[in-house]
């Protein structure tokens, strides 16, 4: 501020006769016109997706049978899945990436880095939300976990219910109130999975998404297609406390655009909420340079009070710190040679350990 005001008085006084420089109204200026030219841009590009959306379902069958080793594997629904798909797209994303560029401008904001000047590691994470869009890593992740993911969490809860008639219901309570109450339980469940992908044998499918070394708000798409750990203990937990699922809905759709904005470049801890209650962007950024080893760190919850509960709070951070793991990766558009590397240390895991000799 204070360096911007000298510039001012320099630039007065070379100023001609009769001319009012004023270099921090420009700088304003400039800045208001950024940020039209983001939001514009982020319209446009809305606008072709659903263009694009709306042609693939026109074009696309509701259902794709593929036959492999002798086994039929269906995929039902595909226009519904897109449907779903198409509130992350047309909205939450567009959502993360307006406030960040609103909040960081221009110059330091994800939407002009991804488009204009992408590093390999960004090139990763655009590839991974595209190929997530598409139900590419979905089906992959299918494939590689045997079907792992197949007991979803109705599944489970059906079994729950007709086994041991599990019926809890926070139905009176006003909607607000039960999404606020449901994040915690999410986040409460969340918490625990994060811990068990921090652990040495879930690590190398968990490494994946922390070997981002820089952030950006689609860095949160960045999953191992087999890491399959959140199915167990994400949404089943709340319907088996007996949310309705809209509410369910609501508690993903406020976890999805969490998980963009704790990874966009907003330089800022959120104050006592970012401690207690919701994670902030620099808080997770601890979190991703403190995972550089398979060592349990801190901060893996998205409502952060769990931290506290269970020990694993480290403390207020910041945006310079440098993020990453110590393995090398490719990075870059394809993704496939660093997804199967992962893919078979996890295997690799599984493998006894021979003791060091002293
Ligand atoms: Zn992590
Ligand atoms: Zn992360």
């Keep these: 501020m204070e360096q911007s005001s000298a510039l001012a008085v320099d630039a007065g006084r070379n100023a001609l006769p009769g001319t009012v420089p004023n270099p921090e109204a420009a700088r304003r200026r400039d800045v208001r016109a950024h940020r039209a030219a983001i939001i514009f841009a982020l319209f446009l590009g809305m606008a072709i997706l659903g263009l694009a959306e709306w042609q693939a379902l026109k074009l696309l069958p509701d259902q794709v049978s593929v036959r492999l080793l002798g086994h039929s594997l269906n995929i039902r629904q595909l226009h519904q899945r897109f449907a779903n798909n198409a509130a992350l797209i047309f909205f939450l994303l567009p959502a993360a990436l307006i406030l960040e560029g609103a909040i960081v401008g221009w110059t330091r904001c ?21 190929l997530g869009q598409a139900h590419i890593l979905d089906v992959a992740g299918r494939l590689l976990m045997l079907g792992a993911s197949m007991l979803s969490g109705v599944w489970i809860r059906d079994w729950l219910a007709s086994t041991f008639g599990v019926s809890i219901n926070l139905g009176p309570l006003p909607m607000p109130l039960q999404v606020v109450a449901y994040f915690f339980v999410y986040s409460f469940f969340d918490y625990w999975t994060h811990r068990l992908d921090h652990s040495r044998l879930f690590w190398p499918l968990h490494r994946y998404h922390h070997a981002a070394d820089e952030f950006s708000v689609v860095n949160a798409t960045r999953q191992h297609p087999a890491a399959f750990t959140a199915i167990f203990f994400i949404n089943m937990p709340m319907a088996v406390l007996g949310a309705p699922p809209a509410v369910i809905l609501y508690v993903n759709v406020l976890t999805t655009a969490l998980g963009f904005v704790i990874h966009s470049k907003i330089d800022s801890d959120f104050g006592w909420i970012g401690r207690y209650v919701i994670q902030s962007p620099t808080h997770h950024r601890l979190h991703h340079i403190l995972d550089i080893s398979e060592q349990p760190a801190g901060h893996f919850a998205m409502a952060p009070i769990w931290d506290h509960l269970f020990g694993t709070w480290r403390g207020d951070a910041d945006q310079s710190l440098a993020i990453g793991v110590d393995t090398p990766y490719r990075h870059g558009f394809w993704v496939v040679p660093d997804l199967l590397r992962d893919y078979l240390d996890f295997w690799k895991g599984f493998i006894p350990r021979r003791r060091a000799t002293p």
């Design 110 to 130: 994800s939407a002009r880095q991804l488009l204009f000047r992408p590093t390999a590691s960004g090139k990763t994470d655009v590839a991974c939300f595209l």
